[in-house]
C-alpha cells in the first residue's frame, strides 16, 4: 500500500508540473483548438490568483498527504519553491540574467497573444 501512496504523489506531482505549464504557455494550444481559451483563461486565472495572493496550490497539501502516507517526508513550502525555483533560480544566477529571461518570457507571450489577437480580427 506504502508503494501505492509514493506512484500517486508522484503522478500528483506530474499533474500539477503539467497543469503550470498549461497556465504559462496553453495560450498556444489556443491556435489549434480555439476552444481551449474556455479552459486556458479560467485556469491562468488561478495560477494568477495563486501567485499573488501567496496562497499553496490545493494539490500541495494532497501531495504531501499521500507522501506522509508512503512514510516520506512532506514538505512545508509550496510547489514552486520546492520542485520549481531549484530549476529557475540555480545558483550563479545575476539579475541580468533574470531580467534577460523576463524580458524573454514577455516578449515570447505578446507575439503569441498579437497573433492570435490578428487572426481573430482577420475572420
Known sequence: ??????????????????FIIFVVAGGLAVFKWPWMAFLHIPAAGWGAIIEYRGWICPLTPWENNLRKLAGEEGYTEGFIEHYILQIIYPPGLTRDIQTTLGTVVLVINLLIYAVLLYRLLRN
Open 1 to 18: 500500500m506504502i508503494l501505492l501512496y509514493r506512484v500517486a504523489a508522484d503522478l500528483l506531482v506530474l499533474l500539477h508540473l503539467a
